[in-house]
Nanobody, 115 residues
């Protein structure tokens, strides 16, 4: 069993920044499937940013150049730095990872971008 706990969400004005954190209860070393997803009201959950096989990164077109995913393999943390936030970024953000063929999800953290 793996627990993922997200934090760092909140209310921010358009153009602002937030950094989300995801704490994993197991080692994230070599867990290349780790990433961030989001779900806005009335919409399906969508990929935001992930680490891919080989350690590279993949971003949704809507966040490229604004969001950056990173990780700390010593502390088992995954981050999502979000800059130049827009109202359409409002959603619940979820951390996800795969351990031994099983996908695990956190409970999510709310990000609201509004003036």
């Amino acid at each position: 069993q793996v627990q993922l706990v997200e934090s760092g969400g909140g209310l921010v004005q358009p153009g602002g920044s937030l950094r989300l954190s995801c704490a994993a209860s197991r080692s994230i070393f070599n867990r290349n499937a780790m990433g961030w997803y989001r779900q806005a009201p009335g919409k399906q959950r969508e990929l935001v940013a992930t680490f891919t096989t080989g350690g590279s990164t993949n971003y949704a077109d809507s966040v490229k150049g604004r969001f950056t995913i990173s990780k700390d393999i010593v502390e088992n943390l995954v981050y999502l730095q979000m800059n130049s936030l827009k109202p359409e970024d409002t959603a619940v953000y979820y951390c996800s990872g795969n351990w031994f063929g099983i996908n695990y999800w956190g409970h999510g953290t709310q990000v609201t971008v509004s003036s």
